[in-house]
């Protein structure tokens, strides 16, 4: 069993091998937007973030916890009914401490649940990125890095991501010399992606410069076994 796998496509993590998944701790990417949020507001005081697959699951949450505040998008595109979107930056310290949050997401929530039965699961993105693989190097390997894409094809953006972390964590692999290529150019990386045109084309292309950011977090986000993230 190697020390890392890279999971690129979602096809790749939508057929873990459970025994696999078992020995391994899991990096689960998605840097436009879902991952940068979730950091984000943990950082900023949030107690928990319960991510989930579908936006009735959300609902249903909410409504055993009116305190909650419900967060996510599909197709970028904020949610009716829902507090806020998945912009990053809306999750100050004062919209945000001290409250719970529910979040779903096109594809980023999609590829946390694939990772059910792993040994540990962390959230990453370059917010957080030596945080995060200090705490894989402490965890110790074999280690599974999952891209989430967008919209079940290849992201470059999350690539990218998963390549800094495979140098952090002093692995060959391509992606690491996908990162090293683009490494002084990140927020143009991002922005000329597949998820980053998506959000060009909802107006949203603010929330870039922010996800290319690197190390602003020393927060590990992790996933309990009861489905929810904490810092």
């Known amino acids: 069993m190697p020390d890392l796998e890279i999971c690129f496509l979602p096809a790749q993590w939508k057929k873990l091998d459970s025994e696999r998944l078992r020995a391994s701790a899991c990096a689960v990417i998605d840097v436009i937007r879902a991952t940068s949020t979730i950091v984000t507001a943990l950082a900023h005081g949030s107690p928990s973030v319960q991510p989930v697959a579908s936006v009735d699951d959300a609902f249903a949450l909410k409504a055993q916890d009116p305190t909650a505040l419900l967060a996510g998008e599909r ?12 912009s990053p930056e809306d999750f100050t310290t004062e919209r945000i401490q001290g409250r719970r949050m529910i979040l779903t997401t096109t594809n980023g929530t999609q590829a946390l649940a694939a990772c059910d039965g792993a040994r540990t699961v962390v959230t990453a993105s ?24 967008c919209n079940g ?19 060959d692999h391509a992606l690491v010399s996908l990162y090293r290529s683009v490494r002084k150019e990140l927020a143009e990386t991002l922005l000329g992606s597949a ?26 986000p992790t996933l309990g076994q009861d489905g929810v993230l904490r810092g």
Do not use: Y
């Open 153 to 171: 094809e290849f992201g470059v953006d999350d690539a990218a991501v998963a390549g800094a972390l495979a140098e952090a964590l002093d692995q």
């Open 75 to 86: 197709g970028g595109h904020a949610l009716p009914g829902f507090d806020w979107g998945n």
């Open 195 to 220: 998820a980053g045109q998506e959000l060009r084309k909802v107006g949203l292309e603010k929330d870039i410069p922010f996800c290319a950011k690197l190390n602003q977090f020393s927060l590990v």
């Open 126 to 149: 370059f917010l957080n990125l030596t945080a995060v693989a200090d705490r894989l190097q402490q965890l110790g390997p074999p280690w599974i890095i999952v891209c989430a894409g």
